[in-house]
Structures are given as structure tokens and as C-alpha cells.
């Protein structure tokens, strides 16, 4: 259906929320192993705040769909990209290169360069973010996907800026798929501390907060606005999210347009 044919957009849509392409209010979602009808019907009511599609970990060495979804979503101008586990695995065995050609031959226009699991020297992270820079919109993630190790906020921040200068487009901050790490406690509380010490210093229109849980969402938006850009959003919830970045639903309505 037209979206021009739905009077209540005229009546109710947020004018302060950035439309496609856009580099700010990014939703980035975590396709699991969705089937091409399920890709599709995400697409078919949800397209306009669907900015980016990660193919998790390493799910799409496994899944038999992949050509046929990446045709799917370049077709629709939807960014995708593998996840970190694929480059840190491609380091570990010396397949790099093979790996990037992969991701050109493809038209894969994004990759992510972590060092969650492995252990990379950050003067070589920095390095390959450098290198990749030259030729892909590079996404590096930030802070541990062990529960049990909390870094500190200083070092955050000073991470965050060097991969920034290296060339990162977007720096993501870890959250996983549960949402208990990194940014978050394993409650999934959020550690408002250290967003409040990153935001001091770096522009946040250029992170990417994993934000998998609904109540980390409503936080992030009542604390930046409707154009925060969140990640490891679950394909369900893309519009339920749309809906409290635009002040539609009980959350964030009084915030968005007061009393």
C-alpha cells in the first residue's frame, strides 16, 4: 500500500524524525536466521525505518538463504553486513583478504570490525579499521561481551574516539542480544554513568547503542531523543521501536509532546 494514502501520518508522524537515508535515528536489526518471506514481510510494513540488517555472528556461514537475502535486501536499499565474529574468525585463520573480497564481490557495502571474543592489540584494531575505512562504511563495537569484566569509563571513551579518528563510520556500544553487557548490568539496567561520561565527550549521532530490551529503548530516547540510533533491535519490535521514537505510545508519549 502507498504510505501516501495514510491521512494519520499527516496528522500524527513526528516532522523532527530523520527519514531515508539518513545518519542519524539509525534502527539496526539482528536477523537471527530469518526466512526470505520473513525478511520480506518485515519490509513490507516496517522498509522506511529499517536502516540496517546484520546477519548475526556467524549465522550466515549456515544459513541456506543468504545469496537470495542479500539480493533481497540491496534490492530494497537496505544496508547489511555479517557480524563481528566472521572478521575476528577471518583474523584468527588468515583469511582477511578473502573475506573482503567476499563482502565486495557481494556488494556488501558495511563490515564490522570487533575483538569481542579474540584478542586484538588495539594499535591493530586501529589499524584495520584504517585500512577497511578506505573501502567500506566500517562498524567497530566497543566493551566486553563477558558479564563479568567492567570497563572502565575513561577507557570507553578513549577507545571510542580513537575508532572514530581511525575511520569508524559508526562506533557500536556492546549490549549483545540479551542486552546484559558491556553498556548494561546483567540485570539489563543501564549503566547511566558511563553513557553520561560518553556523551561528555564524543557526538553520539556517531554511536550505536545495542539496545535489544524495550526498556533500554524508552531510556535511550528519553534521554537523547527520537533520533538515537539502536541496534540488536529484534526484526518484531521494529515497529513497536518506530512508535516510541515518534511519541506514539504510552512510553514516550508525554516526553515527546508534554502534558
Not at 104 to 114: A, Q, V
Not at 161 to 181: C, F, H, M, N, Y
Not at 231 to 251: F, K, S, W, Y
Amino acid at each position: 500500500m502507498n504510505t501516501a494514502t495514510n491521512r494519520l501520518q499527516a496528522l500524527f508522524q513526528d516532522p523532527s524524525r530523520t527519514r531515508k537515508p539518513r545518519e542519524a535515528g539509525l534502527t539496526h536489526v539482528l536477523d537471527k536466521g530469518l526466512s526470505l518471506a520473513e525478511v520480506d514481510g518485515l519490509l513490507e510494513v516496517g522498509a522506511p525505518y529499517v536502516d540496517i540488517i546484520k546477519f548475526g555472528w556467524g549465522t550466515s556461514v549456515v544459513i541456506e538463504n543468504l545469496d537470495a537475502k542479500i539480493d533481497l535486501c540491496l534490492a530494497r536499499g537496505i544496508d547489511i553486513y555479517c557480524g563481528g565474529s566472521l572478521f575476528e574468525l577471518a583474523l584468527q585463520r588468515g583469511k582477511v583478504d578473502d573475506y573482503i573480497a567476499y563482502l565486495k564481490d557481494r556488494g556488501i557495502k558495511l563490515i564490522e570490525i570487533s575483538d569481542g571474543v579474540i584478542e586484538l592489540p588495539a594499535a591493530d584494531k586501529l589499524r584495520h579499521i584504517e585500512r577497511l575505512a578506505k573501502d567500506f562504511k566500517v562498524l567497530s563495537e566497543v566493551g566486553s561481551k563477558d558479564e563479568t569484566v567492567v570497563v572502565a569509563p575513561y577507557r570507553w571513551v578513549k577507545q571510542i574516539k580513537d575508532e572514530l579518528q581511525a575511520g569508524a563510520w559508526k562506533v557500536i556500544t556492546e549490549g549483545r542480544e540479551s542486552g546484559t553487557v558491556g553498556l548494561y548490568r546483567s540485570s539489563g539496567e543501564i549503566r547511566t554513568g558511563l553513557v553520561e561520561e560518553i556523551e561528555i565527550q564524543i557526538d553520539t549521532s556517531r554511536l550505536m547503542f545495542e539496545a535489544p530490551q524495550k526498556p533500554q529503548q524508552v531510556w535511550l530516547i528519553k534521554h537523547f531523543g527520537a533520533n538515537v540510533n539502536l541496534g540488536n533491535i529484534p526484526p518484531g519490535e521494529v515497529i513497536a521501536l518506530e512508535t516510541m521514537r515518534q511519541g506514539l505510545r504510552a512510553d514516550t508519549m508525554i516526553d515527546r509532546h508534554g502534558a
